[in-house]
């Protein structure tokens, strides 16, 4: 019998830590968007919560923490 196994991918992708630095290295790289897009992506995290403006924030797929005395 199989072993239940928890290892899973949400985007059903599964891959290497080489290829994610690569398509990292592009995605900033301006490789993926242009440079109009590129700014309105890395522009787009706001605040979860309003009321706390330097707690978690997110926008078009980046989310920032901010852990111990590091303001975002």
Known sequence: MAEPVA????GRVISTADDLATWMRA??????FNAD???QWLDSPEAED???PEG???G???S???FGLNKI
Not at 7 to 10: C, S, T
Request: proline share 4%; aromatic share 20%; charged share 15%.
């Open 7 to 10: 290892y899973f991918a949400a």
């Open 27 to 32: 995605l900033v790289g301006g490789q993926i």
């Open 37 to 39: 897009y590129k700014r």
């Open 50 to 52: 309003p009321s706390k």
């Open 56 to 58: 978690q924030k997110y």
């Open 60 to 62: 078009y797929g980046i």
């Open 64 to 66: 920032l923490i901010a």
